[in-house]
């Protein structure tokens, strides 16, 4: 079983900064791939950002690119999203997932994803 808790979405004027959190309650932290996805209303669920079991590898969304990063602390089970000069079109529920994994690979695949949390909501105003 796997236990993802996020936290630090909320309200903020574009071009403010958010740092979010996702908590972990899995085995082994450093074999679970870690990633952040969205979801506005009306539209599909987007892949954010992802990092491998080791942080060696990461991906971004071209969306996010250069604005948003991804890191994860092994040894506190927990991956973050650190997301500067936010805009309007970054409104969206924020969902951590991971999978398990014995490589250093990560997967741009949603249904890979096999854990999920239950979403922090981030909100940019004009």
């Known amino acids: 079983q796997a236990k993802l808790v996020e936290s630090g979405g909320g309200l903020v004027q574009a071009g403010a900064s958010l740092r979010l959190s996702c908590v972990a309650s899995?085995?082994?932290?450093?074999?679970?791939?870690m990633a952040w996805f969205r979801q506005a209303p009306g539209k599909e669920r987007e892949h954010v950002a992802a990092i491998s079991v080791s942080g060696k590898n990461t991906y971004y969304a071209d969306s996010v690119k250069g604005r948003f990063t991804i890191s994860r602390d092994n040894a506190k089970n927990t991956v973050y999203l650190q997301m500067d000069s936010l805009k309007p079109e970054d409104t969206a529920v924020y969902y951590c997932a991971t999978y398990y994994t014995a490589s250093n690979y990560i997967s741009r695949d949603p249904a890979q994803y096999n854990y999920w949390g239950h979403g922090t909501q981030v909100t940019v105003s004009s």
């Open positions: 899995v085995g082994t932290f450093s074999n679970y791939a």
